[in-house]
């Protein structure tokens, strides 16, 4: 009992690592103009899968905290909507990466007992960064979509165009991604445990 919460303690602490590092260095984000895509879902998404739904809230947590962190001068959207209102920011940094690490989790729980194990691995490594994706896009939307500056980058477009744009570059890009790179670790690991 105690060595396999040892364990887990340490499997948890090796994921927050990986997080503070994609984070704070460039293999985390491709920022462009305009747009910025995160591939630190894919450490989520593997804790996620291997340590539980709750672990991948708490990992969840972990990234939505660096993500608030990188308001502060590290992101310019960031940046601007912490400017527009540090509160709802703060919420929207947390809430749906939060959400991202739970519902991985919960999806993999739910069809882990397929024979075939790229199923649950494949819809766990989805269900991540498409949840992050649409409650992060939404909740601009909802949270900041009068304000002057998501109105500038609306240019005219109604509100479901922006989104449908929105998620449709940085929600197919990131569920790529987190699909090949997520299922292909996720396999691998679990033929390493399991031997």
Do not use: D, H, W
């Not at 007992?113 to 649409?134: M, Q, S």
């Amino acid at each position: 009992m105690k060595n396999s919460k040892t364990l887990y303690l340490v499997e948890m602490a090796l994921l927050v690592s990986i997080i503070i590092l994609m984070a704070f260095t460039p293999i985390g984000y491709l920022r462009m103009p305009g747009i910025e895509i995160t591939f630190i879902m894919i450490p989520v998404v593997i804790g996620s899968v291997l340590l539980g739904e709750k672990a991948g809230a708490v990992l969840g947590g972990v990234f939505g905290i660096t993500s608030f962190i990188q308001c502060f001068g590290m992101s310019q959207f960031g940046a601007a909507l912490l400017a527009i209102n540090p509160f709802l920011t703060f919420i929207l940094c947390m809430v749906p990466r939060i959400l991202m690490g739970y519902l991985s989790g919960l999806v993999y729980k739910l069809l882990r007992n397929n024979k075939n194990k790229l199923i649950p691995f494949g819809a766990a490594a989805l269900t991540g960064p498409l949840t992050n994706t649409l409650l992060f896009v939404g909740g601009v939307i909802v949270m900041f979509g009068n304000t002057e500056f998501i109105m500038s980058l609306r240019g005219g477009l109604n509100v479901i165009a922006f989104f449908a744009a929105f998620v449709g570059i940085n929600g197919v890009i990131e569920a790529v991604v987190s699909f090949v790179v997520s299922t292909g670790i996720l396999t691998a690991l679990k033929k390493y445990i399991a031997n």
